[in-house]
C-alpha cells in the first residue's frame, strides 16, 4: 500500500499512454486489433486512471498502476470482439434460433462457400461452352428435381422473394387471402404491409379461424390476379378452423385465369412428420397440388444459407427473372455455393446424416440423454464435493424456432445448472461472456443447457465454461462478469 504517498506524487506515477502501448502484454491484441485502436484504448484507461487518482480513490505505485491500464484495455478490446459476428454456442434447444444465425450450415455447404468466398468461380460462366452462364444454375437444377417444380430462382431471403413475386405478378392488381393467414413473421415481416409495398391491393377473405372456397371465389373481380397463401410459420389456430386445400385453390384459380402462389415460409424438401412437423408444407406437395409458385427460407428447415427460394410455372418464373428487381434482389457467389451443397445432401439422400438442422431435428431422446449423462459426469468427476455449482440432469423440451412448427416441442434431456452464490442470471452472462460465448436459458432459476443444439465439437469448450464458472478450491471466481 501506499497511503503515504501525496496526491502530487501519486499522480506522478500514472504510467503514459505509450509506455501502455508498448507493453509487451498488450502486443498479441495490437497485432490483432491494429495500434490505433490500442492507442484509443490507452487513452481511455490513463483517463480514467488519472480520475481515480485525482479523487483519492486510487493511490499505487507505476507497476500496478501500469497492470490496471493494460487490463482495462483489454477488457475494452474483449468487449470490441463482442460486436464481430462470431461463433457462438446454443445450448438453448432452439433449433432454428433467429437471434443466433438461423441453421448453422453442413461441413460441405461451409467448405464450398469459403472456397467460393477465396477464389473465383463460374457464378456465370458455362464451362463447357465458354459462354455466360445463368446464376445459380445449378442448385435452381436440384431445386426443380427436389421440388418436381418446372424452374426455380434463388434470392436473398424469403421476404424478398415474397415481395418480388407480388410485385413482378400481382402489382396494380388485386390478392385475395384468408384473414387467418395475415400475419406478421419475425417482428419486421407483415404479410399486409408487403403487399402493400409490393403495389398489389389485398382483398381480405373470411374470419380468423374459418374460411372457405366460396369466400375466395365470391372476392374474385376484374382486378383479381391472385390467390395467396401464407403459411402460418409462427402460430397455430385450433379448435374451431377450416381453411381450403391447396388442390381447391389451385382448382379456383384456373377456372379464373389467376395465379395459385403458396409463401410457404419454412416449407421441407422431405416429409419430416416423424419428427412432430406434419404442418409443415412440404414444398413438393405444394406442386403437386397445383400451386403456380411457392417461395421458401434456404437457412429454415432447409438447413441452408440464407436465400429465398423461388419454384413454379417456368413462364411465371422466367417473368420474375427478367424483371429488375430480381437484379436487386439476386444472392452472392457464396450463397449458390453453400445452397448447391446442401441441396446435394438431398438428393444423394445423405440429409439426415449431413445437415446439422434435420440432424437436431432427428436426434432421439436416447441419444441426448446418454449425452447429457455423460457430460454431466465429466463435469461431476472435476468439480469437487462441496462446490457452490451444483449440476443436474433433467427432462424437458426443446423447441424448433425460426417460425416453424409452432407448438412442436421434442422431448430434451437438459443440464440444470445451480448454485448457492451465484444467481441463475449471473451465471448466464458469465457463460454469454465466455470464449466462444454460450446462450443458454433460465427456467425456474436454473440455468438449462440443451444438447441438441449443441455440436459434439463444442462439447468440450461449454464443459470448460461451465467448469470455470467455480475455481478449483469450489468457490466461485470473480473475474470477468
Ligand atoms: C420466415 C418466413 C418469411 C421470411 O423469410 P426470410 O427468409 O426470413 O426472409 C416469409 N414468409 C413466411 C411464411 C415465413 O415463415
Redesign the pocket.
Known sequence: MHNDLSAQEAVREIPSIDLVINDSRIAAAASEHGRDAVAGCARIAVEHLRTRVIDGNLKADRTSLLSSAVAEVLEILYRADFKMVQHVINATGVVIHTNLGRAPLSAAAAEASARAGRNYVNVELDIATGGRGKRGHYAEELLCELTGAESAAIVN????A?FLVLAVHAAGGEVIISRGELVE??GD?RVPDVLARSGAHLREVGTTNRTKTADYERAIGDQTKMLLR??P??YKIIGFTESPANRQLAEIANTNGLIFYE????GALVDLSAYGLQDEPLIRRSIEDGAHIVTF?G??LLGGP?A?LIVGDKELIETIRRHPLYRALRAGKMVYAALGETLRAYHRGTHFEEIPVLRMLAAGSAELQQRADDFVRILGDRLQSGSHLMVNRITGSSAIG??SAPGVQPEAALIALTSDVLHADEIKHRLRCNKPPIVARIEDDAVLIDLRTVTRDEEDSLAEAVFRLVDSSGSVERNRA
Do not use: L, P, T
Open positions: 431471403n424469403c421476404a424478398a415474397a413473421i419475425g415481416f401464407v403459411h410459420s409462427n409463401d410457404a415460409g419454412s427460407s437457412d429454415k440464407q429465398g425460426g417460425g
